[in-house]
C-alpha cells in the first residue's frame, strides 16, 4: 500500500476547471456526478465536456479550500477518494488525538463551498506506519451512501444526515480477513438490489446483502483461505454468465464469481503476488481485451505487469499483452482497443 498522506484542508480545494454548469444524477452516469470509485461504470471515465484544453497561467482558479471554510477544521488523514452527486462530496478520514490513536469519520461537504454538512463519527482511527486512515471511496446511490471501514466495519448511512442504516462488521459476521496488514481497502460495489463486498472469507471471500436491509443473499466459497485483496469489485459478462470479478490474495489471484448465485467460477493465479494485490479490474467486452494491472515485487523493484483474459470454451485462458517496470503502483484506464 501506498505511504498515507495528511488530507488537511488545503488537501479539498474546489477549482474551476470546467465552462459550463453540469448536473448530475446517482449512478446513472450523468456528467457531473462521480458516485463511486473510478466513477459510475468503475472504469474512471467521464464523460463530461466542455473542458479547458489548457490551463490558465498560474493554473486554475481556486473557489474554495475546505480548511478555511470550516474554521480550520479538515476531513482528515485518510486514502479514501471523493464521490460527488447532487453538490454533495462524502468522502472518509481519521483525525489522530496522539499521532496513533483517535476517531474516524465520514463527511459530506457542499460542492459548491467546501462548507461541512455533516460528520459522523465510524469508529476508531486506522494507524499503519505504510498508510493511516481509511481507504474505501464512498458509494452513493439514490438516498443512501455505503462504506467500509480499514478494520472491516460495513455500514449503510443516510445521505441526508449520516444515520446508519444497517452495519456488518467483516471478520464477525463472514470469518472475513485482509491477505496482509494494511486494513481493508475495497469501495462497495452496487448492482440492482444487491451490494457487493469482498470479506475474504473462506466460506464468504465475496458477498452480496440486500442493499436496503444487509440481509446476506449469498456467500461464495472458494477452494482456498486466501484473504480479500486491495482492489474493488467489477462486473461483466463472460460466455453468457454474469459475473463478479476481483482480486484476492496469491494462491487464488484474480476471480470470477457467478453475480446471480455466488458460484466461485474460476481464478488466475499468475495475477497476484504476495503483497498486496490492489488494482481494480478493467473489462472489455467478453473479456476480449479484458485488462487488469498487476504489481509483483521482483528485487524489490515494482513490476507492472498488464495482462489480457480471453475465454476459450473451458478454462479461461489468460494471455499476458506486455509488461514493464515503473516505480510504485496504480490503476489502468482503457484507451481505444
Not at 515503473?326 to 490503476?331: C, E, I, L, T
Request: aromatic fraction near 8%; include cysteine; hydrophobic fraction near 35%.
Amino acid at each position: 500500500m501506498p505511504r498515507s498522506f495528511p488530507r488537511f484542508l488545503a488537501a479539498l480545494l474546489g477549482v474551476s476547471l470546467v465552462t459550463s454548469a453540469i448536473h448530475g444524477q446517482t449512478l446513472k452516469a450523468e456528467p457531473g456526478d462521480w458516485p463511486q470509485w473510478r466513477g459510475p461504470q468503475r472504469d474512471a471515465i467521464s464523460t463530461e465536456t466542455g473542458l479547458l484544453k489548457q490551463w490558465p497561467k498560474g493554473g486554475p482558479p481556486l473557489l474554495w479550500d475546505s480548511n478555511k471554510v470550516n474554521g480550520g477544521k479538515s476531513v482528515g488523514t485518510g486514502i479514501a477518494s471523493l464521490a460527488i452527486v447532487q453538490g454533495k462530496i462524502y468522502t472518509m478520514g481519521d483525525h489522530f488525538t496522539d499521532g496513533k490513536s483517535g476517531d474516524e469519520f465520514v463527511y459530506c461537504l457542499n460542492a459548491d463551498n467546501g462548507k461541512e454538512i455533516w460528520k459522523v463519527k465510524f469508529g476508531p482511527a486506522f494507524f499503519n506506519g505504510n498508510g493511516a486512515g481509511p481507504r474505501c471511496t464512498p458509494t452513493v446511490e439514490a438516498d443512501r451512501l455505503y462504506v467500509l471501514s480499514p478494520q472491516g466495519l460495513l455500514a449503510c448511512l443516510k445521505t441526508n444526515d449520516g444515520a446508519t442504516v444497517w452495519q456488518k462488521q467483516m471478520s464477525k459476521d463472514f470469518g472475513g480477513r485482509m491477505m496482509s496488514g494494511w486494513g481493508y481497502s475495497e469501495s462497495p460495489t452496487i448492482d440492482g438490489n444487491k451490494l457487493i463486498c469482498t470479506p475474504g472469507g473462506e466460506k464468504a471471500a465475496v458477498v452480496a446483502l440486500d442493499k436496503i436491509t444487509g440481509a446476506v443473499l449469498w456467500k461464495c466459497q472458494v477452494p482456498a483461505n486466501t484473504g480479500a485483496g486491495y482492489a474493488s469489485i467489477v462486473s461483466a459478462e463472460v460466455g453468457g454468465i454474469k459475473q463478479y470479478i476481483t482480486l484476492l490474495g496469491k494462491e487464488l489471484g484474480l476471480v470470477g464469481v457467478d453475480a446471480n448465485t455466488g458460484k466461485f467460477l474460476w481464478n488466475y493465479k499468475k495475477a497476484a503476488n504476495g503483497t498486496a494485490n490492489i488494482p481494480t479490474a478493467i473489462v472489455q467486452g467478453d473479456l476480449g481485451g479484458g485488462l487488469f494491472k498487476i504489481p509483483e515485487e521482483l528485487a524489490g523493484r515494482p513490476r507492472f505487469h498488464l495482462h489480457g483474459l480471453r475465454r476459450r470454451r473451458r478454462p479461461l485462458e489468460a494471455l499476458l499483452r506486455w509488461k514493464g517496470r515503473r516505480q510504485g503502483r496504480g490503476g489502468v484506464l482503457p484507451a481505444g482497443q
